[in-house]
């Protein structure tokens, strides 16, 4: 069985979603609040009551022969009120615990596992397996199932003792000195997942007397409850899923990543797909690896009610529009998920700036994700993105992107609305680089009495002498920035190349390409690039010489932070930490600067 198409009306905060031809892997992806849950919610109440809300429509198609002969047909339609009840006869049918055919399997996001109660037994243990349960018991939170799965197996090993313990003896009266002994452990399946998930570690075998469930690593057996909180989640879905063993299932997942490391989230999911035949996996997601990775399947981007769309659902591929742009700025389709405000940081080390930024902005904009992004290119690529698909409302999310001074790009003529901002000083860490912030750290830190590191004075002087050190390269990276923009890539496309032989558009080549010799020879000029340095030179070293606060905000303060932390008692990472803590403590405000344009951002 597999859903086909699904819609939904007025379940706010959706107002119209409709989705069809949909795969065997369905991802519901977009920020928060726009309604994901509520579409999980309503496929659930929809197969536990078929037809029952005409509010919430869905097709399914038969992928067996067992589900066409119960049904007389190949799909079922809810909004056919006889159709609807033939999927409600067949869906509320009795199931076995281990043999789910045809049917839904529920894993909500409230997965957190409780303690598992001692299982008591009888004189006799059926195989849990094929006992009837109800039919809406798979439909339950996983934390209502968990004790069930657990129990299930400890019961399963003891009935199979049993059952040979049958076995013997009936042969024994039957004349019988020996019996075969082909029989496998019956939780085989249960140990090569367990090992598959959790590489280096390796079930133990179930001691259904003691009731304990134990794993081994490095030679060493600990119990399951030693596993870290994402393992035993991943463990229980895992088992909870073998216990089943679903086929020809829909398997509703509301955010598989949920608590989990990224591999670990990947290796659940390929997991899950291995087992059984046939099943189809519906997930709710705000990751960006595994909506990238499902874009050959069907991701649906579920749009804010308020774009104007009749459709809240916007089916996503890998090669369209929005996914081909997202990549020229170093992301995929699935940035789209993590947030209503997205702002790409720009940097060499813009994962690290992204920590930074965050520490600085605190709680103040928590509406804001940070994203590092990729070097300068990114800030051409920003513009060109923002104009064909990032302004566009249907994504409900608002795309901004902040750089360091370096870009030396003009914002002038900004097509963005003012949503790429430079920072007027030319690194992030040129903000780490005032005196007395410093000098507050390190009184903090119990610095002794007398030392260097608590006077303000002696500080700027050593922050002074290590930017001198640095002068000539500073020049150096702005007159090679500025050559660069001048003189660009080089243009040897030539100029009416149509319908012309061999030796004609040689010549165009020719042509272009002395052309383009004359452009950048002129742009690099001896004297022309010998003015640009001696300008750029004594421009500079004026900060240094008259000790203007111009020299904090102009020369590299990467380079500046780090060779000064080298001379503390702390690195430069703990220098910047610290450093975020105090700077509250001194006036005037240092991070001013970038609060105010974290502030812009948020009028837009």
Request: glycine share 6%; charged share 25%.
């Amino acid at each position: 069985m597999k859903l086909e198409s699904y819609s939904v009306k007025g379940a706010k905060p959706i107002e119209a979603f409709s989705v069809e031809g949909l795969f065997e892997t369905v991802v519901l992806a977009g920020p928060n609040g726009v309604g994901k849950t509520t579409l999980m919610v309503q496929l659930l109440n929809l197969f536990q009551n078929p037809g029952g809300l005409p509010s919430i429509i869905a097709k399914v198609r038969a992928t067996n022969q067992e589900e066409v002969a119960a049904w007389g047909q190949h799909t079922l339609q809810t909004s056919i009120p006889a159709e609807a009840a033939k999927l409600r006869a067949f869906l509320q049918r009795q199931q076995k615990r281990g043999q789910l055919r045809s049917s839904v399997l529920n894993f909500d996001s409230a997965r957190q596992l409780e303690q598992v109660q001692p299982y008591n037994f009888n004189w006799e243990s059926a195989d849990p397996l094929q006992e009837n349960i109800g039919w809406n018991t798979v439909y339950q939170p996983l934390r209502g199932r968990f004790q069930d799965t657990i129990h299930s197996l400890y019961r399963k090993v003891r009935s199979q003792k049993e059952e040979i313990s049958k076995r013997a003896l009936l042969l024994k009266e039957s004349g019988e000195k020996s019996m075969p002994l082909d029989f496998q452990y019956p939780l085989e399946k249960f140990e090569d997942a367990f090992t598959k998930l959790l590489p280096g570690k390796t079930l133990e075998k179930l001691n259904e007397r003691s009731q304990t469930v134990s794993f081994k690593t490095n030679g060493t057996v600990l119990p399951l409850t030693s596993l870290s909180s994402g393992e035993r989640e991943v463990v229980s879905i895992v088992f909870d899923f073998l216990l089943r063993d679903p086929k020809d299932c829909i398997i509703i997942f509301d955010e598989p990543e949920l608590h989990l490391h990224p591999e670990l989230s990947y290796r659940l999911l390929r997991t899950l797909r291995d087992i059984g035949e046939r099943n189809q996996f519906i997930l709710s997601t705000h990751s960006p690896d595994i909506i990238t990775a499902s874009l050959d399947q069907s991701v649906v981007f579920v749009a804010p009610p308020n774009t104007g769309r009749p459709n809240q659902a916007v089916q996503l591929r890998e090669d369209d529009e929005a996914s081909k742009v997202l990549h020229l700025i170093g992301q995929s389709i699935g940035v789209i998920s993590l947030g209503k405000k997205i702002v790409l940081i720009e940097g060499i080390s813009s994962s690290l700036d992204k920590q930074t930024y965050g520490s600085i902005v605190g709680s103040e904009h928590p509406e804001f994700v940070l994203v590092p992004t990729g070097g300068k290119e990114s800030i051409h690529s920003f513009v060109k993105a923002f104009e064909t698909v990032l302004n566009k409302t249907v994504w409900g999310v608002d795309f901004f992107m902040l750089c360091d001074g370096d870009c030396m790009t003009s914002t002038s003529g900004d097509k963005t609305g003012g949503r790429l901002k430079i920072l007027p000083r030319y690194h992030v860490e040129n903000y780490f680089l005032n005196e007395n912030v410093i000098a507050r750290v390190f009184e903090q830190l119990d610095e002794p009495k007398g030392s260097w590191l608590c006077d303000p004075v002696k500080i700027r002087a050593e922050l002074l002498t290590i930017a001198k050190d640095f002068l000539s390269y500073a020049v150096a990276l702005h007159v090679a920035h500025r050559l660069r923009n001048a003189t660009g890539n080089a243009d040897l496309m030539p100029q009416e190349c149509h319908c012309v032989d061999v030796a004609k558009l040689e010549s165009l080549f020719d042509v272009q390409r002395d052309s383009e010799v004359k452009r950048i020879s002129s742009t690099l000029d001896t004297n022309i690039v010998r003015e640009l340095v001696r300008t750029d030179f004594a421009r500079l070293s004026n900060f240094i010489i008259y000790d203007s606060d111009e020299w904090q905000k102009q020369i590299p303060g990467k380079p500046i932070l780090k060779k000064f932390a080298s001379k503390t008692p702390i690195d430069v990472a703990t220098l910047k930490r610290l450093y975020i803590k105090a700077a509250p403590t001194v006036t005037p405000d240092i991070f001013q600067e970038i609060r105010e344009i974290f502030k812009q951002f948020g009028k837009l």
